[in-house]
Each structure stands twice: as C-alpha cells, then as structure tokens.
C-alpha cells in the first residue's frame, strides 16, 4: 500500500530558473550516489509564479494511471433480481442440508475434513457452525493430538509413513503454521510434514485424482494461514471442479452460487464507492498520487469479505484512498517545509489552518477533515458513541510518523532496524485501518471503545508484518527511485551485510511476529473476534499484494488485476 522510500545522501541538483513559462513544467535530471550505486531521477519542477523564484522540486513515483474508470465500474452487471430470488431460495435450501450435515459428523477425521472444507470454500458461517459443534464433542486440543498422532512413533518423535496419509500430512503441514512462540511441537511438526510432503512430490507419488497434486503444490508455495481468504476461497472452488475432492458434492454447489451472489454485492459497493470517487475529483486536481479506488478495495475484501461486514469495506476503501494521497505527498511530492505545516494543521484539526498550505495539500486535508467528521456523525447517529477523538489521533500519529520518514530522506539519514520499525509499523497505516475497522463493528459500546489501547500488542504484531511484507515487495522500485531506507536497507548499513543477508533477516523478522500474532488470536466477544480476524487478515493481504510481483499495489497491472477481475467482476460458472 505505502509507496516506500529507501534511503541515501542528499541529492545534487542543477535546475535552471523559472521565470518567462511559470506553467509549464520543466524536467531536470537528479543524480545520487549511494555507496557504489548511481541513482538518476527524473523530477518536475514548477514555478508558482511569474518571478524568478523557484518552486519546491516535485519528485515523481511514475506510477500508472488507474486500470479503471468510473464508467467501467457503473457498467458491472449484475444477476436480475428474479435470478437472485431463485439463488436464495436455493441456497437456504442447500444451507440447511449443510447443517444436518455437520451435525451428523461425529468422528474427529470427518470433522476435520468437513471444517477444512468449508472453510476453503468460503462457507465461513457454516465453518464456524461445525468448529462450535465439533468443539463441544471432542476435549480442547483433540484435532492437533489427532493429527500428530497419527505421524509419532511409541518415542513421540515424528516418523514418515506411507503415500495414502497424505492428506493427513497435508492437513498437519497447514496445522503447523498456527504454531505460537515456544511451541517446539508445531515446530518440529512443520519440519517433518514439509520434508515429507515435497519428497513425496518430487518422487511423483502424489495422486492426480481428487486434485491432490495441485493441493499439495500450492499448499508449499504458502500455507493456508498466510493467504488472503477470498483468494482462496476462488482458487478452491475452480481446484474442485470436475473431481470428487468434495463430497457431499452439494456444497459445491452452494460455494458457487453463496460466492455469486456475495460477488453482486461487491458491485453495488464498487459502483457507489466509484460515484463518491470520482466526485472528489482529486484525480483530476491531483495527478501525482496513486489512484488505485479498486486496489484500496480489494485490501478490504482481504481484512473482512463477510457480507454483514460492508459498512466496514466501504469506509476503509475511502480511508485507503487517502492513505495512499497523504503517503504520496509525504513520500514524493511535498517539499519538507511544506510538509511541516501539513502536519501541525493535521494536529491542529481546524480548518483555519490550512491558509498557510498550498493548493493541493488544502484539498487534501478538506477531504480528510470531511471523511473523518461524516464517519464519526454516522456512528454517533447509530449508536450515540463519539469515534472522533480517536480518529483524529489515529491520524495525527500517522502523519507524524510520515513526517518523520520525511525528514530521514531530505536529511540522508539510514535509522537502525528497530529504530525504523517503531515507526514504520504506524506509518505503514493499519493502526488507522484497525481502530476504523473497531468503529465500524456493529457490537461497539462505549466501555469496548475505552478498552480500545489493551490492543496495543496485536495492533503491533500484525502491522510489523504488514510493514515487512511491503518492504520485501517494494525493495527493488525504491531503490531505483531512490527513496527513503526501509528495513532491508536499514539493516544492510546497520551491519554492513548484503542484500541477501538481510532478506534473511527480514524474513526471520516475519516468522517471528506470525508466532505473536497466532498467540494473539484469542477471544471471548464477538466484537474482539471480528476485530482480531481483521488483524491477522491486513498481512495475509499484503502478502498477496506485495509477494507475487514486488509491488502489486503501485503496479497493479499484473496479478492484482486478475484477481480484481476473478473476485468482483467475473461470476463462477455453476
């Protein structure tokens, strides 16, 4: 999401006056040395005026224009509203089928089949009905005690066995990745069942039938734990099809047409978020930044895909929205005695503040000071809380922590790893992404908003990795852009190792703060459920973003777009 910096000296550069064409931008090339590499930009200069003063130098992110217009979004199609009855009507039918049969599952293997496959099918409901249920027949920790027993010998220690448990080591394997820190038992779990599961397919001994082989191969590309859910849930359904991996084959069936008819869902909010958009009309007014109004909502269809969660979907895309136009004009395009004022106004929150800003940073705080206040009147006229407090510091902290990243760039500092990760995990955005999301629960009271800063912990943890995750992604642009150090580089200077070295770190870094965030994944309220869910999804959605393709989200022409084409526009052939 953050269109990150790395880091460096100060920049020489020679630009000519301005002062006959004060419209017109002129292009000047500006040259760094870092160490033995030669890093040459292209920024845009502007005269404000027809004096001889120069306007602050722009530096640009080149990124592309978006791949969406709101005319394209307007024109989704939707399922005719007699075709939605019908579907409805069949999939209570089909809901009620399921149910009978969770209930009737009463051994440990078969209920774990059943969870895991609802689960992937994104029958979320029904998944949570079958864990309760199963929950309440077997004794806390039955299903891992199953699962290990199943691979240890009468010494406790792990052991291969033959070619037809593989799913049981499929189902281990995923298992092992909710592993928390001290748990040596998982750990040694996912050793013995990834050893095995990749012997077993390299030998070629994994069965085609019932879609296994493909199972197994994506399972080691990346665990079930770290993947963005709704993804998963596609990929799934289209692994299924043709095979008798599903059985009953009726829920199938009902995955399809639940994820249709939640997908015209989807439309409706794209096509309204597309209309508030579009009538801002920052784009037009302010071309530097990244219009990105369907990435921004793909990440909340990765923090919360539920249908009952649509308030929350359509305030964090407009969130996000603006995230990523005060980042930019943190990043890229604000001079650093421009961005002082912006901050001090942000703190400030009064409007009156803003005469000392120039013209598109006014714009960009009336929206935000406009976004923040119709949000806040709206839970305040639902449930007579006041969310405005709280947002507005979630604001100001992030700003701040702009601010500060801003000011390592234009003054060539490289800040140590931990230095850098305090103020990184808030910069990144998802503190302000979670306490928007916390807002948005329909399950709110005033004594969970005071309880609010107890999640300090998990808030951390999830927006440590989220920062890592874009870090790993984004490396290789920002070094060509020549930005401010984040964590790989940070730790290169730190220690005077190589790049290699410290991706090695980085990725140790993330194994580290999954263990903390699976300990975290605790609760007793729904409202605590749904906001730690939210937690644990932002990384598995920046991993999506920010681990196919470096960065997924500043160019989001690649697998971005497949999936925004896959999960909102394109229905699953029933």
Same mark, same amino acid.
């Given at each position: ?5 790395? @880091? ?38 502007r005269s404000c005026s027809g004096t001889s003063h120069v306007a602050p130098l722009r530096r640009s992110g080149n990124y592309h224009p978006s791949l969406w217009t709101d005319k394209s979004v307007q024109s989704l199609t939707s399922t005719s509203t007699l075709q939605k009855e019908e579907e409805r009507e069949r999939i209570n039918v089909l809901k009620e089928q399921t149910r009978k049969l969770i ?37 806390? !920790? ?14 406790? #220690? ?5 070619? !037809? ?59 079930? #734990? ?18 008798? @991996? ?71 895309? /407009? ?32 409007? @009156? ?16 000071? !406009? ?24 604001w100001r902290d992030q700003c701040k922590a702009f601010f500060e990243e801003a000011k390592w760039f234009h003054h060539g500092q490289t800040p140590k790893l931990n230095e850098y990760l305090e103020n990184a995990w808030v910069s990144i955005g998802g503190? #302000? ?16 908003? /005071?309880?609010?800063? #107890? ?20 490396? @290789? ?34 194994? /580290? ?41 500043? /160019? ?19």
């Amino acid at each position: 999401m953050k269109a990150e910096m790395a @880091t460096g000296q100060v920049m020489s550069i020679c630009a000519p006056m301005i002062s006959i064409l004060p419209h017109r931008p002129m292009i000047v090339a500006a040259v760094e040395q870092r160490g033995r590499r030669t890093f040459r930009r292209t920024l845009h200069v502007r005269s404000c005026s027809g004096t001889s003063h120069v306007a602050p130098l722009r530096r640009s992110g080149n990124y592309h224009p978006s791949l969406w217009t709101d005319k394209s979004v307007q024109s989704l199609t939707s399922t005719s509203t007699l075709q939605k009855e019908e579907e409805r009507e069949r999939i209570n039918v089909l809901k009620e089928q399921t149910r009978k049969l969770i209930r009737e599952k009463q051994q440990v293997a078969e209920q774990l089949q059943l969870i895991d496959h609802l689960q992937q099918l994104g029958l979320g409901a029904e998944g949570r009905s079958a864990c309760h249920i199963a929950a309440l027949q077997a004794p806390e !920790n039955e299903w891992l005690l199953y699962l290990f027993e199943r691979f240890r010998d009468e010494k406790g #220690n792990f052991e291969a066995r033959c070619e !037809n448990q593989i799913r049981g080591l499929l189902s281990l394997y995923e298992a092992s990745y909710l592993e928390k820190e001290g748990e040596t038992l998982l750990k040694e779990a996912m050793d013995f069942a990834t050893k095995q599961l990749k012997g077993f397919l390299e030998e070629g001994s994994v069965p085609e039938t019932g879609g296994l082989r493909e199972q197994v191969a994506h399972a080691l590309q990346l665990p079930l #734990n770290w993947r963005l859910e709704r993804v998963q849930h596609r990929w799934f359904i289209e692994a299924c099809r043709g095979d008798d @991996t599903i059985n009953p084959p009726f829920l199938l069936e009902f995955a399809k047409l639940d994820f249709n008819l939640v997908q015209d869902m989807y439309k409706s909010e794209l096509r309204e978020l597309s209309r508030w958009w579009s009538g801002l009309g920052l784009v037009e007014k302010l071309p530097f930044f990244r219009d990105r109004l369907l990435e921004n909502y793909l990440w909340t269809l990765g923090f919360t895909y539920e249908p009952e969660s649509w308030r929350c979907r359509m305030i964090q895309a /407009k969130s996000i929205c603006l995230i990523a136009l005060i980042d930019d004009i943190y990043d890229v395009y604000g001079a650093l005695d421009e961005l002082q004022p912006f901050t001090d106004a942000v703190y400030r929150w009064d409007l @009156t503040a803003m005469d000392k800003l120039p013209e598109y940073m006014k714009l960009s705080f009336f929206a935000l000071f !406009n976004m923040v206040h119709e949000e806040g009147y709206r839970v305040m006229k639902e449930t007579g809380l006041d969310v405005v407090p709280g947002l507005k510091r979630e604001w100001r902290d992030q700003c701040k922590a702009f601010f500060e990243e801003a000011k390592w760039f234009h003054h060539g500092q490289t800040p140590k790893l931990n230095e850098y990760l305090e103020n990184a995990w808030v910069s990144i955005g998802g503190p #302000n992404i979670l306490f928007n999301a916390y807002c948005m629960s329909k399950d709110l009271t005033g004594e969970a908003l /005071k309880f609010y800063p #107890n999640y300090h912990e998990i808030t951390r943890s999830s927006n440590i990795l989220f920062r890592l995750y874009d870090d790993m992604g984004t490396f @290789t642009d920002e070094i060509e852009r020549g930005d401010v150090a984040k964590s790989i580089q940070c730790y290169m200077h730190e220690k005077g190792v190589s790049e290699e070295v410290a991706r090695a770190k980085i990725r140790e870094l993330m194994r /580290k703060y999954w263990r903390e965030l699976n300990g975290s994944l605790t609760w007793d309220s729904p409202l605590e459920g749904y906001f730690k869910n939210i937690a644990a999804n932002i990384p598995r959605t920046a991993q999506f973003f920010y681990d196919h393709e470096g960065d997924g989200y500043g /160019k989001a022409d690649g697998e971005t777009k497949s999936q925004i084409i896959l999960l909102l526009f394109e229905p699953i052939q029933i």
